[in-house]
């Protein structure tokens, strides 16, 4: 099996640190390759090779390879995950499209790891026509502390199901365990739309609350956040509800606030973003509920709101 990894960030070097785990247990049908970003593979075109850093849950430290992905890696992949940002997930796909597996019976197959929805309806007919097209959502904690650094914070949960494509069992098992065996523990969905909605409105919440007041995680559940999370869920189960997506205002309400004590001590991504003068994943996520409630009619002030609110410190930053 060929898996190539598109992305260096936290999410990406954390699953190919684990992934690589299994090269390294003598799993000689695994052959791992990273894509880098376009400042390291300019920095690297003469390297196959780099150093990167991994620390665990308890505190061990491991360095090892990145084995850089080159076109014929790319051609040769079973499977490609882009662990990038959402607004960054159209480029990279059109830029290594040309280089897709589609001359077998099994097109490569392509794996969505990212915050926020909409990528997918950015992505050219063509890859949606020729490949099955997967989203994998995960509760794990990772910090990039510098680059090729990485620390896993948080054990968690990822949920994997198909967003396009033609089901295929065989497939979707050997998809599932692959990655369960690398870190678990990863729960296939049938109706991963659902699960992608939760998260959505975990992360519409969470996120902007984080990043416009510079709080941790755990201090959304105090008090005087308590009406806008009220407000922001409300609009979203509307939302929600208009895209034939059930939510339960009560479960969403109890749902951010296990999430946010369970990270309650971490930097939300988008924190991390806005602080470190990046692009966040905002137009994704509340800006996503935003457009949304203009298709279907629906006023959504207070998501717009924090959707414009970060927005402006992008700008500012």
């Known amino acids: 099996?060929?898996?190539?990894?598109?992305?260096?960030?936290?999410?990406?070097?954390?699953?190919?640190?684990?992934?690589?785990?299994?090269?390294?247990?003598?799993?000689?049908?695994?052959?791992?390759?990273?894509?880098?970003?376009?400042?390291?593979?300019?920095?690297?075109?003469?390297?196959?090779?780099?150093?990167?850093?991994?620390?665990?849950?308890?505190?061990?430290?491991?360095?090892?390879?990145?084995?850089?992905?080159?076109?014929?890696?790319?051609?040769?992949?079973?499977?490609?995950?882009?662990?990038?940002?959402?607004?960054?997930?159209?480029?990279?796909?059109?830029?290594?499209?040309?280089?897709?597996?589609?001359?077998?019976?099994?097109?490569?197959?392509?794996?969505?790891?990212?915050?926020?929805?909409?990528?997918?309806?950015?992505?050219?007919?063509?890859?949606?026509?020729?490949?099955?097209?997967?989203?994998?959502?995960?509760?794990?904690?990772?910090?990039?502390?510098?680059?090729?650094?990485?620390?896993?914070?948080?054990?968690?949960?990822?949920?994997?199901?198909?967003?396009?494509?033609?089901?295929?069992?065989?497939?979707?098992?050997?998809?599932?365990?692959?990655?369960?065996?690398?870190?678990?523990?990863?729960?296939?969905h049938q109706k991963i739309k659902q699960k992608q909605w939760l998260k959505l409105a975990v992360n519409c919440v969470i996120n902007p609350l984080t990043a416009i007041n510079n709080i941790d995680n755990g201090q959304v559940n105090n008090v005087e956040y308590a009406a806008t999370t009220v407000f922001l869920l409300k609009e979203i189960v509307a939302v929600a509800n208009a895209e034939a997506v059930n939510l339960e205002q009560v479960d969403l309400e109890k749902k951010v606030q296990e999430v946010s004590e369970a990270t309650a001590k971490n930097c939300s991504s988008m924190r991390c973003d806005v602080l470190a003068g990046r692009k966040t994943e905002i137009d994704y996520i509340n800006g996503y509920i935003h457009r949304l409630g203009i298709k279907h009619g629906i006023a959504t002030p207070e998501n717009t709101k924090l959707w414009q609110a970060v927005k402006k410190l992008e700008v500012n930053s």
């Open 1 to 188: 099996m060929n898996i190539v990894i598109v992305g260096q960030g936290a999410m990406g070097l954390l699953w190919y640190h684990h992934i690589q785990q299994l090269v390294t247990n003598n799993d000689n049908e695994i052959q791992l390759h990273l894509l880098p970003s376009k400042s390291l593979a300019s920095s690297q075109s003469q390297q196959q090779y780099a150093q990167y850093t991994f620390t665990d849950r308890n505190n061990r430290q491991y360095q090892s390879k990145i084995n850089y992905a080159k076109p014929q890696n790319i051609q040769a992949a079973d499977i490609v995950m882009l662990c990038l940002k959402s607004y960054k997930v159209a480029t990279a796909l059109n830029e290594i499209a040309a280089h897709l597996n589609t001359k077998r019976n099994n097109n490569a197959l392509i794996v969505l790891a990212h915050n926020g929805m909409g990528t997918l309806t950015e992505l050219p007919q063509s890859i949606i026509n020729k490949h099955n097209i997967y989203a994998l959502l995960t509760t794990h904690g990772c910090l990039r502390t510098a680059p090729l650094t990485i620390t896993h914070t948080g054990a968690g949960t990822t949920d994997i199901g198909l967003l396009s494509g033609i089901s295929d069992l065989t497939e979707q098992q050997a998809l599932s365990q692959l990655l369960n065996i690398a870190l678990p523990t990863v729960t296939y």
